[in-house]
Structure formats: C-alpha cells, structure tokens
C-alpha cells in the first residue's frame, strides 16, 4: 500500500487526506489503518460481531455473526448526525443460509430506529425500509440479480424524499416522514449474513 510506508512523503499523504475529505464535504472510513481482528474505529457494534478483516490485499468490516432470523446487525459510526445526507458503501455477500448481503443505515436515533437499504442476493432483491422500535416496513422493493462480487450501495435523502441507487442505477425512491431529525450513518446485515463492506463514504447536504 502506497501509505504504508516510512517516508516523510507517506506520512504527509496519511495527514492530508482527511483533511481534504472534510473539504470536499466528505468522509470515507475505507479501514486500512485499523488493525484486522479488531473493531473498526468510529464502529460501535451494536448487534452482531463486526471486526476488520483482510480480502485481496484491502482491509474491510465482515460482519461475522450467525444470528437467528429476527435479528438484525447494526454497527453504528458514532461521530456522525446527519439529517440531509448522501451516502454510499460497497458490499460484498460472504456467506448465509437465511439471508445474505447488507446495506446503509442512516438518520438514526438507536439499534432500533432508522432507515435503511439493503442488498440481497439470497433474494434478488433491493429495498428500502424503515425500522421503527425494532420493527421494519418495507417503503421500497426492486428484483436485481444476486451475486457473491463487490456492489455499491447509495442512499440520499433531503427532507422526506429518499433515493437509493445500486451500481450507479436508481432503483428505489419513497417520500416519508419518520424520522426528520438528524442521526448516525452505519451498516447493517440480517440474521446470519456475514459480508464484507468497504469504502463507507457520508456527505451531508
């Protein structure tokens, strides 16, 4: 890794991007200085177990849990609330019987409310919902092929209207009003969908 080195030149590089990322009206959590086998720093696990990991070279979050059905995994990037925002990741399914992949979490006040969308491979499919006191309503759907390789997820929401997009194609849009208030950004999985995810990008609007 071009980072990783010794060299004043490296060092300087390391120092300069999150300056230039909250410039640009943006942060990228992308997980190369945290230690594999650990948490990622800024991640409060919530439900599951998410630890960084090495794929090809990268370091990336797995959730790594095998929960029941009825459970969802949450990790949380505690420094952020965001109300108006658009944010993106990349997911990759790994593994899972009951279901698989993960997805975005945003506006939220807990573990147990937010909105949220999510990619299903198990299902060939795309939605959108909203989790309100731990209970979810679908707000959205779309049928999109499942696979095991690398997708970007993207969610934006001004005000009540949210769009989420897969692989730079919108396929989601609904208007709703739960949760107006500004709150976390953070990923998400359910049951036993272990999956890696990388490049967790926020910009607020």
Not at 133 to 142: F, I, S, V, Y
Not at 158 to 179: H, Q, R
């Amino acid at each position: 890794m071009l980072f990783r080195g010794s060299t004043l030149l490296a060092a300087i590089a390391l120092i300069a991007m999150p300056v230039m990322a909250r410039q640009n009206g943006a942060r990228t959590w992308n997980f190369e200085s945290d230690e594999p086998g650990r948490a990622a720093k800024d991640f409060q696990s919530e439900v599951g177990v998410w630890e960084v990991v090495k794929d090809s070279g990268n370091r990336v979050l797995h959730q790594k849990a095998k929960n029941e059905n009825a459970i969802y995994n949450v990790a949380l990037v505690r420094p952020t609330n965001c109300k108006d925002v658009d944010l993106s990741v990349r997911v990759k399914a790994v593994a899972g019987e009951i279901d698989q992949g993960g997805g975005l979490v945003w506006r939220a006040k807990d573990k147990a409310n937010y909105y949220i969308c999510r990619y299903n491979p198990l299902e060939d499919n795309y939605r959108l919902y909203k989790v309100v006191e731990g209970k979810r309503t679908q707000l959205a759907d779309a049928k999109v092929p499942g696979d095991d390789r690398w997708h970007t997820l993207r969610a934006t929401m001004i005000g009540s209207k949210i769009t989420c997009d897969l692989d730079g194609k919108p396929f989601l849009e609904a208007d709703d009003p739960t949760f107006t208030a500004a709150g976390m950004v953070g990923l998400w999985s359910k049951a036993d969908a272990q999956s890696y995810f990388d490049d967790l990008t926020v910009r607020e609007q």
